[in-house]
């Protein structure tokens, strides 16, 4: 048997990773939103590449999850408004087909655009500065292949992450909890959150990396023990 270091991840193993991460920081991410709303591997090439690979990705995921994450930021904002203007959609499901019928399948993918930077924004923020953060306090010699290691390297991918897509979170919160006709366009929505500064468009920053940076963290230790206690080794050639 070989060093559990060695073993390679498979597949699925993000994924599950991803969805152990986010059972635990869940309710923080409820937090964060009402908190928007309030007030109204080595060397630059491998890098590179693997930044290309993390954008292309986020950006699959973040245009085909935003009916999902509309309805989501609108459920967890419902909470706070009045009786008469609460939306009480029973679960997810009920609120997609609600949604579509109520204001058309094209308010599905409201808010599709900075959702979609955002994701990209969010997956080269935890997936490449996490493997190069990794690689580099390896290099160092002060540091092992081992939970210490994960942890700090999520840690710094979590702020990195946070504070490039915080901005753009903001954005999107608004967008998809807006009423129809609230915002002409993405260009009001920024020019709106403006007037308060620039402060504005990192409002809730302290709650979104209470959510985000442990659901990073949470993410890649699962990850990487999924890789070294499941994982393959890379065959050899004879």
């Known amino acids: 048997m070989g060093d ?14 991803s969805c152990g991460a986010a059972c635990i920081t869940h309710p923080l991410d409820t937090l964060k939103v009402m908190k928007q709303r309030m007030g109204n591997s080595g060397g630059d090439v491998p890098f590179y590449k693997r930044v290309a690979i993390a954008a292309a990705a986020g950006a699959c995921g973040g ?26 959609y029973k679960h997810a499901i009920d609120g997609l087909m609600r949604v579509s019928r109520e204001e058309g399948v094209k308010q599905l993918f409201r808010g599709a655009s900075s ?3 955002r994701a990209v924004l ?19 010699g002060y540091f092992h292949d081992n939970l210490v290691c994960h942890f700090a390297s999520s840690l ?5 992450a946070t504070t490039m897509t915080q901005p753009l979170d903001v954005i999107k919160t608004r967008a998809m909890n807006a009423a129809p006709g609230e915002y002409r366009n993405l260009w009001h929505i920024i020019t709106y959150t403006a007037k308060t500064g620039p402060l504005g468009f990192f409002k809730g920053y302290v709650p979104a990396f209470v959510r985000l940076g442990p659901h990073t963290i949470f993410t ?14 890379k065959p050899t050639n004879q």
């Open 63 to 88: 245009f085909v999850g935003t009916p999902g994450d509309m309805v989501n930021v609108r459920m967890q904002n419902d909470v706070k408004l009045p009786l008469e203007q609460r939306r009480n």
């Open 156 to 160: 710094c991918a979590g702020a990195i």
């Open 220 to 233: 890649f230790i699962f990850f990487e023990q999924l890789r070294k206690n499941f994982g393959f080794f």
């Open 4 to 17: 559990g270091s060695q073993r390679i991840a498979r597949w699925y193993f993000g994924g599950l990773a």
């Open 115 to 117: 959702a979609t930077v």
């Open 122 to 140: 969010m997956t080269v923020g935890q997936l490449s500065f996490y493997d190069q953060i990794k690689a580099t306090l390896l290099s160092s």
